[in-house]
């Protein structure tokens, strides 16, 4: 089945802690993006790729660092300079193409202890 | 820049119809899209309609698209418990970007 995966579901940090979340899909789609969502607050674009090795900042890209080495995976790292981190986290692809839609992992909800 | 609107609340009783609507600013925008998301769940395609289209139904879902008002909406028949979810209208052409734009969502809950 073609999909679009993330991990881990969940995930806790201690302040001041990296943590990175995956993201892998199976779909051959060029395109990939990382969103935050917050309550009442939508989604919020924090990087997106076009193609292997080459990304883009964002709205929010302030403290997220991300790679993209492979077609398939599309890492994010939460860094230690990212002031308020709880929040879920959704990975989505899609075509590169105006229009595509996009398909969405499950998410990662993240909480900082 | 280019911005989309949706009411945050919406509130049924299982059976009636539900109506969310989304207004966006760009009149260039020739894709969007409904998307839905469960509790904890990523987002997932109800529907789209392209720009030139005023409407399209498929099963219990109806969009509408006025296009000389910028607005859109989604209409659920017979609502029933499992509709209660987030839904989002989605602007995926606005301009020359390819990025989408995403209304905040629209909580819809259904009373039984």
């Known amino acids: 089945d073609g999909g679009i995966t993330q991990s881990p579901k969940y995930l806790f940090r201690k302040e001041g802690q990296n943590v990175t979340l995956s993201c892998e899909q199976n779909?051959?789609?060029?395109?990939m993006y990382w969103y935050r969502q917050d309550p009442g607050q939508g989604l919020r674009l924090i990087y997106y790729?076009?193609?292997?090795?080459?990304?883009q900042k964002g709205d929010i890209a302030e403290g997220y660092s991300v790679s993209r080495e492979k077609k398939e995976s599309f890492p994010l790292t939460v860094t230690s300079a990212q002031k308020n981190p709880t929040a879920f986290y959704l990975c989505?692809?899609?075509?590169?193409?105006?229009?595509?839609?996009?398909?969405f992992g499950p998410g990662t909800r993240l909480t900082v202890l | 820049g280019e911005d989309v609107e949706q009411s945050l609340f919406l509130s049924v009783r299982e059976g009636d119809s539900s109506v969310i609507n989304c207004t966006y600013t760009?009149?260039?925008?020739?894709?969007l899209y409904w998307y839905k998301q469960e509790p904890g769940a990523g987002l997932q395609l109800l529907t789209y309609?392209?720009?030139?289209?005023d409407m399209k139904q498929d099963q219990r879902l109806t969009v509408l698209l006025n296009k000389k008002d910028k607005h859109l909406s989604l209409r659920i028949a017979d609502t029933q418990t499992g509709d209660s979810a987030i839904y989002f209208c989605?602007?995926?052409?606005?301009?020359?970007?390819?990025?989408?734009?995403f209304g905040r969502g629209t909580s819809l809950i259904v009373h039984p």
């Open positions: 989505a692809s899609s075509g590169r193409y105006r229009g595509n839609e996009q398909f």
């Open positions: 779909l051959n789609h060029d395109a």
């Open positions: 790729s076009q193609i292997v090795n080459d990304f």
């Open positions: 760009d009149s260039s925008s020739t894709y």
């Open positions: 309609i392209f720009s030139n289209m």
């Open positions: 989605a602007d995926h052409a606005s301009g020359g970007s390819y990025i989408p734009t």
